[in-house]
């Protein structure tokens, strides 16, 4: 089962970001997922496959998306 990736998705890192947090909000989906960090604001592109193998928790869940 494909998971679903939304925006504004807040979650949670393995390894904290060298700023120390390890707090990431996604602002693009697609094939490459966007994820922006919390404290200093540092952003990075990682494909579908490194984001699910980084990713550790959700701890927010986005909006739903609208649907036409």
């Known amino acids: 089962m494909v998971e ?3 925006l504004g998705d807040i979650i949670k890192t393995r390894k ?6 390890d ?3 996604v602002i693009r ?3 490459d997922i966007k994820i922006r960090c919390s404290k200093c604001s540092r952003i990075v ?3 579908r496959e490194t984001y ?3 990713k550790k928790a959700l701890l927010v869940r986005g909006p739903e998306p609208d649907m036409p």
């Open 29 to 31: 989906t697609g094939a």
């Open 16 to 21: 904290p970001h060298p700023c120390g947090c």
């Open 4 to 6: 679903e990736i939304r």
């Open 23 to 25: 707090e990431w909000k």
């Open 52 to 54: 699910l193998k980084r």
């Open 45 to 47: 592109m990682l494909d």
